[in-house]
């Protein structure tokens, strides 16, 4: 069964040893003052961080197991079915496609994913390094004489810059701390059965069928009159008076679309690392209702987390990631770029992304496009 969104979620601080970011800031303080910190912080560090997610909790650290906020119980088995492992991808049938494909009116293709490259802003721990050993790598072959390059990549490749979430990605503590059987992910699947350091067994990212559908662009900027600021929420309300004052009609959001939010915040990307990182505008679980009840396939923004950050509720952390994902199974598009759609004027186009088929990762890189 589908929980409501009226509760609240917990999620809990990181502890990494290492803090900082290219950027400089890192993340971690912000769901400090989130009120999060503490033992019980350590035991989803695994959750917000995928390479440590099978480290240990210490017995000190063993909790009584609580309901977390915002669940009220199993969100499992998904209305795709209790094997399903493509969550809202499964929206994007023949004829969703064809229904999306009467979008595409003058031909212009827009990129709306950044370019991947160090310096770039990374969540807490994360890394971003890329390589071409000799120079070039090899060669030379044959009488022809061809040289190559090569490049090696050092990175959470689904977790970095515009990334793509996967099914495996979040998940929900529902037992005590250090109870992998009972933390939870899309479908009931728990971390015990799905985590594994070579890759996830179930909810891999290869798993998800490419999307082809309306995406429906949402000018927070043009609505506030300037670039939002972190904490700042974008409600159902905000998103009703943006679609007015762009004359677009609610009615034409239709199960399967999707929704992108361009706050500003994206302004900030290698310019204002420090800030950018600091926390973000987005959407609060107000915002996330309005997404569940229009049965949306993917939300998408400018920003690192497309959700408010600091939550206005202090005791929550990226729950809008977990009601989205974990609970209603909606795909989620961070860090993306949309100057070129809204300085045309562009906010309904066909979004194409087909995810990385990379096996048992959790998210995907790539380059999205918006086509009008
Ligand atoms: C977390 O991993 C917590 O966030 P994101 O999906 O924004 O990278």
């Known amino acids: 069964m589908d929980d409501d ?24 303080t912000l769901l400090r003052t989130a009120g999060i910190a503490g033992a019980a912080g350590a035991a989803l560090a695994g959750a917000m961080h995928g390479k440590f997610s ?13 309901m977390p906020k915002n669940v009220t119980g199993p969100w499992w088995p998904s209305k795709w079915g209790k094997d399903d492992e493509a969550g809202a991808s499964n929206h994007i049938t023949p004829a969703k496609v064809l229904d999306t494909a009467k ?3 003058d031909g212009n293709i827009y990129k709306i994913g950044r370019v991947y490259e160090g310096g770039m802003p990374l969540f807490g721990p994360r890394a971003f390094t890329l390589r071409i050993p000799g120079g070039p790598t090899g060669g030379p072959f044959g009488d022809n ?17 515009t990334q793509f979430d996967g099914l495996g990605h979040i998940g929900i503590q529902m037992g005590k701390d250090g109870d992998r059987s009972e933390m939870r992910f899309y479908n009931g699947h728990s971390a015990q059965d799905i985590s594994d350091a070579y890759g996830l067994k179930k909810l891999g990212v290869e798993k998800l069928k490419p999307l082809f559908t309306r ?13 939002m600021d972190a904490g ?17 009609n609610e009615a034409d959001i239709k199960p399967g679309d999707a929704i992108f939010f361009h706050t500003g915040w994206g302004s900030l990307w290698m310019k204002n690392n420090d800030r950018f990182n ?21 939300t998408g923004a400018d920003t690192w987390a497309v959700e408010v ?9 990226f729950v809008v990631h977990a009601e989205l994902q974990t609970k209603h199974r909606i795909h989620n598009h961070e860090n993306l770029f949309f100057d070129d759609l809204i300085a045309d004027k562009k906010y309904q186009f066909v979004y194409c992304f087909a995810p990385a088929p990379i096996k048992g990762a959790t998210g995907s890189n790539g380059c999205p496009i918006a086509i009008t």
């Open 309 to 317: 950050v600091p939550n206005p509720d202090k005791s929550l952390a």
């Open 54 to 66: 099978l480290a240990p909790i210490s017995t000190a650290q063993a909790q009584t197991a609580t």
């Open 5 to 28: 969104v009226s509760g609240r979620d917990q999620k809990q601080d990181q502890t990494n040893d290492r803090q900082q970011d290219k950027g400089g800031t890192d993340r971690r």
């Open 232 to 248: 700042q929420e974008i409600t159902s309300a905000d998103i009703k008076a943006a679609l007015a004052k762009q004359n677009m």
């Open 145 to 161: 004489k061809l040289v190559y390059h090569d490049e090696f990549l050092s990175t959470e490749i689904g977790q970095t810059g």
């Open 215 to 227: 995406g429906h662009l949402i000018d927070m900027v043009a609505l506030k009159g300037g670039m």
């Open 278 to 298: 600091s926390g973000e505008p987005g959407i609060g679980l107000d915002a996330a209702k309005w997404v569940i009840e229009k049965d949306l396939a993917l």
């Open 103 to 105: 979008w595409i009116k």
